[in-house]
């Protein structure tokens, strides 16, 4: 079971926008904004999406927005394309005993 | 631009222990600490462990505390994961992985995986 809960899938059309959920504590989410998005296509390692909750690394399409409300974080993707395709996982920094969680991983499908 | 070369595939055997390898180049290698993730097939990622290759301090998940040991060469700019007493579940790929900015947490940088399997 894993830290962090995300549902394991979502699905949407080209075009239109998505949102994926992950929701944490008090003890990760709720007390640091520092909830990080990857994606992940199959074979390949991670790439990072958004840091901070909402900070895009350079390279990063504007299509992809983060936020955070309490113990909840969202990636929000816009304009779905079909490359959007592959499992999306966020993660949480958690104090310095626990360090570092990840939620269990959401399988986005464009329709 | 920041590079991070992992070692190949390993296949090991119940009980044995496996070191898997990071070389790091195109930054200053004691600048960053390093990660190290992992992923079963068909599951998600898993936290283990930090490195701090500046002054070798680590930190490691709970669930591997006494059986995993992170080292790093300075003169090489590579960082070790060494994981012992293996099971049939520690199956999975294993990445290092840096951070993008030195404290968001966000792993910007990864390995390209090695996949150790564990099988008798």
């Known amino acids: 079971q894993s830290a962090l809960t995300q549902p394991a899938s979502v699905s949407g059309s080209p075009g239109q926008s998505i949102t994926i959920s992950c929701t944490g504590t008090?003890?990760?989410?709720?007390?640091?904004?520092?909830v990080s998005w990857y994606q992940q296509h199959p074979g390949k390692a991670p790439k990072l999406l958004i840091y901070?909750?909402?900070e895009r690394p350079s390279g990063v399409s504007n299509r992809f927005s983060g936020s955070k409300s309490g113990n909840a974080a969202s990636l929000t993707i816009s304009g779905l394309q079909a490359e959007d395709e592959a499992d999306y996982y966020c993660s949480s920094y958690a104090g310095s005993t626990t360090y570092l969680v990840f939620g269990g991983g959401t399988k986005l499908t464009v329709l | 631009q920041v590079q991070l070369v992992q070692s190949g595939a390993e296949v090991k055997k119940p009980g044995a222990s496996v070191k898997v390898s990071c070389k790091a180049s195109?930054?200053?290698?004691?600048?960053?600490?390093m990660n190290w993730v992992r992923q079963a097939p068909g599951q998600g990622l898993e936290w283990m462990g930090t490195?701090?290759?500046?002054?070798?301090?680590?930190n490691y998940a709970q669930k591997f505390q006494g059986r995993v040991t992170m080292t790093r060469d300075t003169s090489t700019s590579t960082v070790y994961m060494e994981l012992s007493s293996l099971r049939s579940e520690d199956t999975a790929v294993y990445y290092c992985?840096?951070?993008?900015?030195?404290?968001?947490?966000?792993?910007?940088?990864w390995g390209q995986g090695t996949l150790v399997t564990v099988s008798s």
């Open positions: 901070e909750g909402s």
């Open positions: 490195i701090n290759p500046s002054g070798g301090d680590t």
């Open positions: 195109g930054y200053t290698f004691t600048s960053y600490y």
């Open positions: 992985a840096r951070d993008w900015d030195g404290y968001s947490y966000g792993y910007a940088y």
């Open positions: 008090s003890s990760d989410v709720g007390s640091y904004n520092l």
